[in-house]
Nanobody, 113 residues
């Protein structure tokens, strides 16, 4: 299994980003997928998840600002991030909702105030 994240960058507070994660080596459509993030000095946390059927769940800290979606034909999961805050600064990763697969390199999101 390989997971390749992209789309991060440096943005000002209030800005938006769209992260992408391309998956290979697995039957993508049957997997519940998640976006995680790890800020400096903190543990990796699950911030958004989407089931194979498209149901979504979010951490309280991102509800209303983050939207997870998936395109099974492209084997890609997305994370739309709006109203970015400095505390959203982290490396963002995708994985199975349970974190089962080898981690990719992640994509850095840095929010300036």
């Amino acid at each position: 299994v390989q997971l390749v994240e992209s789309g991060g960058g440096l943005v000002q507070a209030g800005g938006s980003l769209r992260l992408s994660c391309a998956a290979s080596g697995m039957v993508f459509s049957i997997n519940a997928m998640g976006w995680y993030r790890q800020a400096p000095g903190k543990q990796r946390e699950l911030v958004a998840a989407i089931t194979s059927g498209g149901s979504t769940n979010y951490a309280d800290s991102v509800k209303g600002r983050f939207t997870i979606s998936r395109d099974n034909a492209k084997k890609t999961v997305y994370l739309q991030i709006n109203s970015l805050k400095p505390e959203d600064t982290a490396v963002y990763y995708c994985n199975h909702q349970g974190g089962w697969y080898p981690w990719g390199q992640g994509t850095q999101v840095t929010v300036s105030s």
